[in-house]
């Protein structure tokens, strides 16, 4: 027994040695956190061998303990125990520890707390294998779900396959599915292949032979997947255990592979193509690949040029020497650098070639020049994709001259096309609208502004309604108004203009013409007052007085015809240099001199006769025979415009009718038709027979360019009216028509839609 055993310094000093000899990082506080014994392992584990921190506070010693672990540390002390298994503790020079920890009080003899216990220890090495192996493990998982590969395993004992997570994905079944050897061979989809695949399985479990196959499956929810297994065994005494291995879905690997081979085959399509050009050349400009479509282009074969030429046999020196200079002022600023090699210049120029082919003859191509440069950004050589222009070439050669001759067109016509943008305020006029506007400077900044401020007083608030209805019903109506030009000149224009909205219905843009009309309602106002002026004294007139006028026109107008038909022939004979169409086009001279003869004797006898009732002079007609005089008056101008007539009258084809009338009738109807037609499309003209509720009706139906009946139909059959800018029309034919007609007691209508065509309906 010792003599010391209640010496509280003997105590101490008896635990000092205790805890200093301890094989574990223990230390004793007292209740000011201050240090009276630590074991050397405590030392070791916190570095603090070089320190005496006996009799030092304790947060002097680790200033980095922060205000958490402080207030624990006084619960311990008010007599609780506090324990972690593991934490990161960060070191005051930034490093990280882990620890674990049991805090608890120690009492003097007297029961009360004296200080602290602390036992810790350092866990960072075996933490940081524990979070490698956490990185490692994910880092596997990432890589099999990125990569799609799953595990399996089988026992050869219990027969028990195991499988990982992703090959429950890649079968497309759930987590409870039981797999079987059975099962799996099923959803093969290639009989053959599931028989090879059943032996491979076999040779595996009984002999460990390892298997590495590519198969195709149908999974149970119909989805048709690539499959790659690999499979090894395990042996155990020389027998086999345990067989494992992957399977790894190569669904998407197969569909690249596809993909690749695919892109692969239309590149070398285009390689091989006729119709493309490609040519390429190595680091020193030698032609190393040619392909048909260069030998079709060219005239060169493959043969004469691969390893033997360089593209300055085909390419003019100076197009060659143009291109050197432009790529070397394109990759070296503002100058030209005779030592500057621009083979070594990541070149993508596309541009106009003349290609010069083996014959010597010249043509136009469009080429691609692109330099190929290998890893190293270091130039390996060019490839050229090129194609030939020459049709293109003409086509806008041929635009350009369409477009000289819509520029004289529109000056002829004092007409002018714009183009705006409402969104950003950004117009644009043609040349000659700014003629048309009086403005001879430099081109401006067009806005809407700048088009209003012209617009006289008395039309602004007109032509605002005009472009807010516009832009509520996205349609342009033609708007007529007033402007003051930058010269001063009072002139009314026309605004014609198509709308363009996006799939919102917003306004993009319009685009339209301006027409200076200034002259032409000049024009319009004095015919305007000679019509009315020619229709009071038309009302003056007698009936007599009105139809010997009637007579009048129909012999002025229906002698039209024939003449008409006479040039048309005459200009079709001067054409052709074939003797027997000549002979052919002669013999209708004939014919419609003939014609012409009879129809002035009938006139003149006509105009023999009393004028009177046109109903006393009524016979039976038959509609064939009408017909084929028209047709033979007209023959000239039918064959011209390559007109296409087709007459039934099965219905009724005989008629008790006034014969002036009638042939006047077929001669205006058939020609307005004629020369009202579309250039869109080959004239089709149908004139049929009806009988409807005891009358005879007749229909001339075209597809001629048709009329607004919305905006001319009220002045239809009017005197003078015309409704097409054609050199011939003259508002005489469809007035003499309706009064023909109308004189027999008959009716004359009309229905038509523009672009589409005619069709006048008499009711005799």
């Known amino acids: 027994m010792s003599q010391y055993p209640n010496n509280p ?87 990280l520890q882990w620890i674990y920890w049991d805090v608890r009080p120690w009492y003097n003899t007297e029961g009360e707390v004296g200080g602290l216990l602390m036992h810790t220890g ?64 099923e959803l093969i989809e290639e009989e053959q292949k599931r028989d090879f695949l059943e032996k491979c399985m076999l040779d595996l479990l009984e002999k460990g032979i ?116 432009e790529i070397t002022l394109k990759f070296k600023g503002n100058t030209l650098d005779n030592d500057f090699n621009y083979r070594n210049a990541d070149i993508n120029d596309t541009r106009q070639w003349q290609f010069k082919k083996k014959n010597g003859e010249k043509i136009p191509v469009l080429a691609t020049i692109t330099a190929i440069n290998n890893s190293n950004s270091e130039n390996e050589g060019f490839i050229s994709v090129a194609t030939n222009i020459t049709k293109i070439k003409s086509i806008k050669d041929e635009l350009r001259t369409k477009n000289d001759l819509l520029n004289l067109a529109e000056r002829i016509s004092l007409i002018g096309h714009w183009k705006w943008d409402p969104i950003n305020d950004i117009g644009s006029w043609s040349d000659n609208l700014y003629s048309i506007f009086d403005y001879d400077k430099e081109p401006i900044k067009i806005t809407f502004k700048l088009y209003f401020d012209m617009i006289l007083d008395e039309d ?24 003051k030009t930058f010269s001063g000149n009072i002139k009314t224009i026309d605004i014609l203009a198509k709308v363009f909205c996006n799939e919102k219905g917003e306004l993009l843009e319009m685009i339209g013409t301006c027409q200076d009309v200034t002259e032409a309602k000049e024009a319009e106002r ?10 009071i004294f038309t009302q003056k007139l007698s009936f007599q007085n009105q139809q010997l006028a009637d007579f009048t026109h129909i012999t002025s107008h229906n002698l039209r015809a024939p003449v008409a038909n006479l040039n048309s022939l005459l200009e079709i004979y001067e054409y052709i240099e074939d003797e027997e169409e000549k002979k052919e086009i002669f013999g209708k001279f004939s014919n ?7 129809t002035l004797n009938t006139l003149v006898e006509a105009l023999k006769t009393k004028v009177g009732d046109a109903s006393e002079n009524l016979t039976e007609i038959d509609l064939n025979s009408v017909h084929t005089r028209t047709i033979q008056i007209l023959g000239g101008e039918i064959l011209k415009n390559n007109v296409n007539i087709k007459a039934d009258f099965s219905v009724v084809s005989n008629i008790i009718y006034n014969q002036i009338y009638i042939e006047s009738i077929f001669l205006n109807l058939i020609g307005n038709a004629i020369k009202y037609k579309s250039q869109d ?38 005197l003078n009216k015309v409704f097409h800018r054609h050199p011939d029309a003259k508002g005489v034919g469809l007035f003499l028509t309706k009064t023909q007609v109308e004189a027999m007691g008959g009716t004359i209508t009309a229905n038509s839609e523009v672009n589409v065509g005619t069709t006048f309906t008499i009711i005799l």
């Open 9 to 95: 310094e003997y105590l101490e000093k008896y635990h000092q040695i205790f805890i200093e000899q301890a094989p574990t990082a223990i230390a004793m506080l007292d209740k000011n956190m201050i240090y009276l014994a630590v074991s050397k392992c405590w030392l070791k584990d916190y570095k603090l061998e070089e320190q005496n921190v006996i009799g030092q506070c304790h947060y002097d010693v680790f200033p980095e303990i922060g205000d958490d672990w402080k207030k624990d540390h006084q619960n311990c002390l008010k007599g609780e125990i506090n324990v972690c298994e593991e934490a990161p503790f960060k070191r005051a020079d930034g490093s």
């Open 122 to 185: 350092d866990i960072t090495e075996q933490k940081e294998r524990e979070l490698e192996k956490k990185r490692f493990e994910t880092i596997v998982s990432d890589c099999s779900e990125i990569a799609r590969i799953g595990t399996w395993e089988i026992n050869t004992h219990t027969n028990q396959i195991l499988w990982s997570d992703m090959l429950y994905e890649i079968h497309d079944v759930s987590k409870d599915f039981n797999p079987s050897l059975e099962i799996l061979l």
């Open 210 to 325: 390892e298997m590495n196959e590519e198969f195709k499956i149908r999974t149970p929810k119909g989805n048709l997947k690539f499959i790659k297994t690999i499979g090894k065994a395990e042996y155990v005494e020389g027998l086999v255990t345990k067989v494992f291995g992957i399977v790894q879905d190569i669904t998407a690997i197969k569909e690249s592979e596809r993909k690749l081979s695919k892109a692969n085959k239309e590149l070398e399509a285009i390689f091989n193509s006729k119709s493309i050009a490609v040519i390429t050349t190595d680091k020193d400009g030698v032609i190393n690949r040619f392909n048909s479509g260069a030998e079709k282009l060219l005239g060169y074969s493959a043969k004469e040029m691969i390893g033997l030429k360089k593209p300055n046999t085909y390419l003019l020196q100076d197009e060659l020497d143009k291109f050197r200079d």
């Open 460 to 483: 602004k608030e007109m032509v605002l309604k005009h472009f807010e209805n516009a832009n509520e019903t996205k349609i342009f109506q033609k708007l007529t108004h007033r402007v």
């Open 526 to 535: 004095k015919l305007i007052a000679a019509k009315e002026d020619l229709e």
């Open 592 to 598: 419609v001199i003939d014609h012409l003869t009879t």
């Open 681 to 718: 499309r080959v004239p089709e003209i149908s004139i049929t027979s009806e009988y409807a509720k005891g009358k005879t009706i007749l229909k001339f139906q075209d597809n001629g360019l048709g009329i607004d009946m919305k905006k001319h139909g009220h002045k239809l059959f009017g």
